[in-house]
């Protein structure tokens, strides 16, 4: 049985374009500034306080993990008061550490930091299926993954994109279904969490190309036409038909990316009988026609 969580986030072609190590000693603050990509950051010892996009701060300690989609502003500071001493925002260069606060005070914290770019075509569907912000706590086994990526992002070894890119899709797996925040929030986990939602998600996932019905997969989840469409959309933050349609486009950017097949064999493999009908929903929903589309893509290098 396909699983749509591991198909995602496989589309999504993680990179690594920045990583770094840092630390912090005495009272020190960083403000910083986003373009809204998506980053994430483990702590390696002691504890710090986060604020993201303005939202409340957050204290996090060692084993901690944190995923944040889409960044424009953030604070981090130290889990103490001032103390009047060294400058709170001086930045040290110490061997292959970022050291924040006083550089030759004991450190009272250590952070890995890495930010996240994707090749695949289209992230909207994942994005919008996301938490603003997702946080494993204590989790002992995302540090290590962390560790490992950071390792491989600094050797230059055989290799190195594909297993950098299955260690980012298993560190993207591994703290999503580890974070309680993500059945909490509508969304894509959410969803695959509920009993009767679930399978017929994995049913899209299997057959997009099938001419669903609300009614079709109402009677699959055991549920009356109402109920099915309302519980859909609760749990997972779309109605049936735009999670197949915005589902579908995504299967189809991908193909056109990767210009496996021709339109009409693409047209036919995410449910449409005719490469003009396909073309005029690709169009609505992109922006672009088909033909155009791959030819557009920057990932195609052209």
Wanted: proline share 6%; with cysteine; aromatic share 6%.
């Amino acid at each position: 049985m396909i699983d749509p969580l591991a198909e995602i986030v496989s589309m999504l072609q993680p990179s690594l374009p920045f990583s770094k190590m840092a630390s912090g000693a005495g009272y020190w603050r960083v403000d910083g500034a986003g373009d809204g990509s998506p980053f994430f950051a483990v702590i390696l010892e002691g504890s710090i306080n986060l604020s993201i996009n303005g939202q409340p701060d957050i204290r996090l300690e060692a084993d901690d993990f944190v995923l944040i989609p889409a960044a424009y502003a953030f604070t981090m500071s130290s889990d103490c008061e001032p103390d009047g001493g060294s400058d709170p925002l001086r930045v040290t260069k110490i061997g292959d550490e970022t050291r924040h606060g006083d550089p030759s005070g004991q450190p009272n914290m250590r952070i890995l930091i890495g930010r996240l770019a994707f090749g695949a075509p289209d992230t909207t569907l994942v994005f919008a299926l996301l938490p603003c912000l997702l946080l494993v706590r204590g989790q002992a086994r995302l540090t290590d993954l962390v560790r490992m990526i950071r390792e491989e992002a600094k050797a230059e070894r055989a290799a190195k994109g594909i297993v950098l890119e299955r260690l980012l899709q298993l560190l993207l797996i591994e703290a999503l279904r580890s974070d309680a925040a993500g059945l909490e929030t509508p969304g894509l986990l959410r969803g695959l969490a509920d009993r009767q939602l679930g399978p017929v998600i994995r049913l899209l996932h299997e057959a997009p190309s099938r001419s669903w019905t609300v009614d079709e997969l109402a009677r699959a989840a055991t549920l009356s036409r109402s109920a099915f469409f309302d519980r859909f959309q609760k749990q997972t933050g779309m109605a049936p038909m735009e999670y197949l349609l915005s589902w579908r486009m995504a299967l189809a950017k991908d193909m056109l990316r990767r210009r496996d097949g021709g339109i009409k064999e693409i047209a036919r493999r995410v449910g449409y009988g005719s490469a003009s009908a396909f073309s005029v929903a690709f169009s609505k929903f992109t922006g672009l026609p088909p033909s155009q589309y791959g030819r557009a893509d920057p990932t195609n290098g052209m």
